[in-house]
């Protein structure tokens, strides 16, 4: 809903607080700015490509740092971006104190990216900073095919979009109920690859695609999995027209929902080629002679290796099995028998992160041994991508370092940690000197060393009171003395865009400005009417001298499913420290059900630091805002069912208000939608107290175009007290003149 037009009262007073008891607060799910999403997720090189930027607490005039060959964009975000999606489907909302209540609104950002017809190919990265802190890196891919992006509606066949393979397809499944379909020509016996990019882009999407010919039969699919998405070949049956739908496997759906899927008559080229030196039978119980190398493949559902390694008593083996590559789904089991059958280690990369798994093993006595190797899913599944790498030789001391997170924030005067882990390999348990290349002036870190056989810790960055505000990249290593050697790594950092060798294996970290200002309020249970705005009283504590003006807003981080709940935009004006933020109730929510409304809100400003940088900040509210919902005091109705309308005609519409005792007052109305007020206008009407009809009348242009489903809605605002505004609204159906 658009409240930007209505006539909100400056002047505002204290509600009535029926309930003083204070509530425990519970904490908005995180306070951290983060990205959601790109789109579209990728362009075409050679191309400029407008992209909205979706973030979560994240103020105005954010920075974008971008990673990557012939890829340029403006330092600063652009304007708020508001696109129209398919609406999710009204049911009733989770209950803010329920498991995975947590609901999130990203913002989208404008913003375009320039990218080089010599670009290289794969994906640069981006990431979103401020004074208020940055976020993870994420990638935007590079292709070379002609891109296309989907536009609402195109939920049915009979809106589905035409496109000409081969063809990069971008979109968003941004509604509960949204599907996004496309249409194209294929000839009989073509095999049409489906390639699908969401969770390799960070997108929450679990995606469901199928192809169907135009009168609903379904055409299979065969379907490998590359990382954790979906690669579907499709033969086709008979020439013809073929309708691509994808959905959600889940009833979720938003902007951040974004997919990429590359559309073509191309067969899927596996990063692991079949005539890269696997081995696609191993021989029973093949002896092995250390150290050696196997690359195998689980054939299909009954495929198990196995091999047969000759040791001494007290030989120390390090075996070694992992995913072939990135676009392997194998997930390895390992484990040594004796020659009576007898498990004497195993290892699963279930237990892994990155689905290796590790045994180092000595050997108990003089003899033959058995290795055995079989996937997690053995009498499940198989086929060429389960493709796996085993290494086995003598164990060697050695070290690995990883990092929880490719992202840091720091705040001036304070610390941030970062959970490092330590592998440590062929017993060696000695301590590692550690070394941070790229630290900002006036940001140290600790420990410095990682201690004797210790395998896990926090890594600290610590930010001095004078630490101006800035953007760093970080790298990690450690040196440690091995068989009188040093040796020294770079810490693995797992990424998104891990792709960009740019970056790859480093920490951005951002020096976070101390907040200039904190929002609060108390929370104690109001009441008002659904289908009104009320105030509520809101305090801001001014922080480090800070005076200037400040705008409040919902927050993009809820504990409950808003229902169409919304907070009206304000301005705080400089120096004050106490004001109303105006809730806006919906007359649609759940009667039953949404008995109450707990939003948070939150609030941005830009300032000068005394570096002479200009610094967007944001602070999220600590409490929210607690109100008991009460039943509606007017309903603007229709008498019309609907309307018939053509270009050129003017429309009239008969609506009435039902009153009830509680609100006599006068009530403007006005035509709110649609939009385009060159096609479709009204004068705004005035019904007086105690009058409950008026008539509409609607001018329609002569060169107007009817959108599908195009309805006329209607807004009446009234006055229920001085500080709450009474809003109502209705929506007429307009049936199209032959």
């Not at 997919?259 to 890269?276: A, E, F, I, Q």
């Not at 609907?642 to 109305?669: E, K, W, Y």
């Amino acid at each position: 809903m658009n409240l930007s037009r209505v006539l909100w009262s400056t002047s505002l007073t204290f509600a009535v607080i029926l309930s003083a008891q204070s509530l425990s607060a519970q904490a908005v799910p995180s306070k951290e700015p983060s990205s959601t999403h790109i789109f579209p997720a990728g362009g075409r090189r050679g191309t400029v490509v407008p992209v909205r930027i979706g973030t979560e607490a994240m103020p105005p005039s954010a920075n974008l740092r971008l990673w990557g060959d012939g890829v340029h964009a403006a330092e600063l975000l652009g304007e708020r971006s508001k696109p129209r999606y398919e609406p999710s489907a009204r049911r009733p909302p989770r209950d803010a104190d329920g498991v995975g209540a947590n609901m999130s609104y990203p913002t989208e950002w404008a913003s375009e990216l320039s990218i080089a017809a010599d670009a290289p190919l794969g994906a640069a990265a981006w990431r979103v900073t401020c004074g208020w802190g940055g976020t993870r890196v994420r990638p935007f891919l590079i292709g070379d095919l002609p891109e296309f992006i989907e536009a609402e509606s195109n939920s049915t066949t009979e809106r589905a979009e035409r496109v000409t393979l081969p063809v990069t397809i971008n979109g968003q499944i941004a509604g509960e109920r949204d599907i996004d379909c496309f249409v194209f020509s294929a000839t009989s016996g073509q095999v049409v690859v489906a390639d699908v990019h969401a969770a390799r882009i960070g997108s929450p999407l679990d995606p469901v695609v199928e192809l169907f010919a135009v009168d609903g039969r379904k055409v299979r699919a065969e379907v490998r999995r590359v990382a954790d998405d979906n690669v579907l070949s499709f033969r086709i049956p008979v020439a013809g027209d073929y309708v691509l739908q994808i959905a959600n496997v889940s009833f979720r759906g938003g902007p951040e929902f974004v997919y990429r899927v590359t559309l073509s008559d191309v067969g899927h080229v596996s990063n692991v080629p079949k005539n890269d030196g696997h081995v696609e039978n191993v021989p029973h119980d093949k002896p092995l002679t250390l150290p050696a190398t196997i690359q195998g493949r689980f054939l299909n559902v009954t495929s198990e290796d196995s091999f047969r390694i000759a040791a001494k008593k007290d030989d120390f083996v390090a075996i070694e099995c992992r995913p072939a590559s990135s676009s392997s789904v194998a997930m390895p089991l390992v484990s040594i028998e004796d020659a009576t059958g007898r498990t004497l280690a195993k290892a699963s990369s279930a237990e892994s992160a990155d689905r290796a798994c590790l045994i180092e093993w000595k050997a108990p006595a003089d003899g033959e041994y058995r290795l055995r190797v079989r996937d997690l899913q053995h009498g499940t599944r198989g086929g060429s991508e389960f493709a796996y790498r085993l290494s086995v030789r003598q164990a060697q001391p050695d070290f690995q370092l990883s990092l929880s997170a490719d992202y840091a924030n720091v705040t001036q005067g304070s610390r941030t940690d970062l959970d490092l882990t330590v592998k440590r390999f062929g017993g060696f348990t000695g301590p590692i000197e550690l070394s941070l290349a790229g630290l900002p002036e006036g940001v140290t870190f600790e420990p410095p060393r990682v201690a004797d056989n210790q395998t896990s810790l926090k890594l600290a960055f610590k930010a001095i009171d004078n630490t101006r505000p800035t953007d760093a990249t970080v790298r990690v290593s450690g040196k440690a003395m091995i068989a009188n050697q040093p040796v020294e790594y770079l810490a693995n950092v797992a990424s998104l865009a891990e792709a960009t060798a740019a970056i790859a294996n480093t920490v951005q970290l951002t020096v976070q400005h101390k907040p200039i200002f904190k929002l609060t309020c108390n929370e104690a249970y109001q009441y008002g009417h659904r289908g009104t705005i009320y105030p509520y009283a809101m305090q801001i504590e001014r922080l480090g001298g800070f005076d200037g003006e400040i705008h409040l807003q919902l927050c993009e981080r809820q504990v409950q499913d808003l229902d169409g709940i919304e907070v009206v935009e304000t301005l705080i004006a400089p120096g004050v420290t106490e004001f109303k933020n105006r809730v806006y109730l919906p007359e649609t929510m759940h009667a039953s059900v949404q008995h109450h409304c707990r939003p948070y809100s939150q609030a941005w400003a830009t300032f000068t630091d005394k570096w002479g940088q200009r610094q967007s900040m944001l602070s999220i509210c600590d409490k929210r805002n607690m109100i008991r919902t009460m039943p509606t005091v007017v309903k603007l109705k229709s008498l019309n069912d609907s309307v018939t309308a053509r270009p050129g005609a003017t429309v009239r519409c008969q609506l009435v208000l039902d009153r009830t005792a509680n609100f006599d007052g006068a009530m403007d109305i006005e035509l709110v939608e649609p939009e385009t007020r060159s096609d479709f206008t009204a004068e705004r009407v005035r019904i007086e107290p105690g009058q409950t009809r008026a008539e509409v009348a609607v001018r329609i242009g002569a060169s107007a175009k009817f959108p599908p489903d195009l309805s006329l809605k209607f807004r009446a605002v009234g006055q229920l007290r001085e500080d709450v505004k009474v809003i109502s609204e209705v929506a007429v159906p307009v049936r199209i003149e032959p």
